[in-house]
């Protein structure tokens, strides 16, 4: 199994319910086996402070009760977050509820719930078998109390944590933190990319390679392209892919070349297996992923039926600290080559224009008749105009400008407002100007090959 197989399945578990809450089972099944051993040994050596003492038939009665409290509070708290993901499906998108189900404390109260279950049932069978009248020191029903005192207190917090997490602004930032996690682990950016995947593909590379195409369909959602690198290395091939992490795919498309023109089913099945499909994106290997997530948040805010430009806003903002960023950093490459140094794998790349757009194009669209939007994303140009590296990083930008400014409904618009927007443009087209002489005069790279 690749390091893009194990990523991609810890992303799944960790956007899941179910992991921690069941390693928290099993150690639950360890507290009770354990708690059981110390009540043996206890028995022997006498009384403890702060250790309940009572008769097993007693005990048993105590355990019920606690066991019987914590299903209620449990019920309730699924009952709670159900409602919670309800509201955030319907107010974010439903594909921003992996961003709750990755909480850790969401995730740990459940697990401390339904821990706390699962010990008070076993601790239950457990002292079924016991006899006698005699009062004894049990910790392991110490144990049980103490587990239930600390979900009580977890209640509150969680219905704390739940309140806040619905919050437009905490779900922007946590989405937007995500990504920019993924940001930082790319290499600091140098200079403009030395390769384009395209233009290094053999002439008549279409319609010469052998084609075929992924063993099922669905979304890419990684590509183990060191992998896929010694593959094509023990083929003595070149491997053309059409497609890349993000993007969706059919069962036995022809997006997948070889050159030259290979027929072997080993080696076909060997270069499936490198690519990890599901159902769904995952940010593992696509940058825009998180992007988009964002660009969908500001889109059912400005939408009729929720108008609430403020959270579209919040969005703009974060997209501008996002980009700021992401400009520094090259992004992942398009091109592989073996330890000889001979291509072994081309596939397209994302480039920092194309992340722009996914960034600007869809709220610009959608917010072109509001001047709040329109306003801050000619202000959210400006902010990210200081941290260009590339001309065409600069391109993009004003190009934006340009759009928002276009599509702005002059007509429609009071002439006041209008004024703010020309005022904004003309400060974000200065910054890029000053930008652009500076890289000009300085020793930052001056260009990008596109």
């Known amino acids: 199994m690749t390091r893009e197989h194990l990523r991609t399945f810890w992303e799944s578990m960790r956007t899941s319910f179910w992991f921690v809450p069941s390693l928290m089972i099993g150690l639950a099944a360890l507290l009770a086996w354990g708690a059981r051993l110390v009540d043996r040994r206890v028995a022997e050596g006498g009384e403890l402070p702060l250790v309940y003492r009572a008769a097993p038939d007693t005990a048993r009665d105590l355990v019920a009760t606690l066991l ?54 076993l601790l239950s069978a457990m002292l079924g078998a016991a006899t006698g009248s005699d009062a004894l020191p049990l910790p392991s029903v110490t144990l049980a109390v103490a587990l239930v005192a600390l979900s009580v207190c977890l209640l509150g917090l969680f219905q704390h944590v739940l309140a806040r997490s619905i919050m437009s602004e905490t779900v922007v930032r946590r989405v937007g933190g995500e990504l920019d996690a993924l940001i930082r682990d790319f290499e600091p950016l140098l200079g403009p990319p030395d390769e384009t995947p395209e233009r290094l593909l ?62 072997s089913d080993r080696l076909c099945a060997e270069v499936r297996a490198t690519i990890v499909i599901g159902a769904h994106r995952t940010p ?60 072994r794998v081309i596939c397209p790349r994302p480039t920092h224009a194309s992340v722009i757009g996914a960034a600007f194009d869809q709220i610009r669209q959608n917010g072109a008749e509001k001047p709040v939007i329109v306003i801050h994303l000619l202000e959210a140009i400006e902010r990210i105009a200081p941290h260009a590296r590339l001309a065409a990083q600069l391109d993009r930008l004003g190009e934006q400008v340009e759009l928002i400014l276009g599509e702005a409904p002059r007509d429609r618009l009071q002439e006041a407002d209008f004024g703010v927007i020309l005022r904004r443009a003309e400060a974000a087209r200065s910054a890029l100007r000053d930008r652009r002489l500076a890289l000009n005069n300085g020793p930052a790279p001056g260009g990008e090959r596109t």
């Open 284 to 343: 593992v290997q696509d940058v825009e992923f998180s992007i988009r997530h964002l660009v969908e948040v500001a889109l059912r805010a400005m939408s009729p039926s929720l108008n609430d430009p403020y959270t579209a806003i919040a969005v703009i903002d974060q997209l501008s600290a996002t980009l700021s960023l992401l400009l520094n950093r090259e992004l992942p490459p398009g091109v592989f080559r073996d330890a000889e140094g001979v291509v």
């Open 202 to 263: 053999p002439e008549r590379f279409a319609e010469e390679s052998f084609r075929f195409g992924p063993g099922k369909g669905g979304y890419i959602r990684a590509i183990a392209f060191g992998r896929l690198v010694e593959v094509a290395r023990e083929a003595d091939c070149l491997v053309g892919l059409d497609f890349r992490a993000g993007d969706f795919v059919v069962e036995d498309g022809k997006g997948i070349g070889l050159m030259p023109p290979h027929r």
């Open 68 to 121: 019987t409290s914590m299903m209620t509070m449990t019920s309730l708290i699924f009952s709670i977050t159900m409602v919670v993901l309800s509201l955030a499906s319907s107010q974010f998108g439903p594909r921003l509820i992996r961003i709750f189900m990755a909480s850790k404390r969401t995730q740990f109260v459940l697990g401390c719930f339904v821990m706390t279950i699962v010990y008070c049932l």
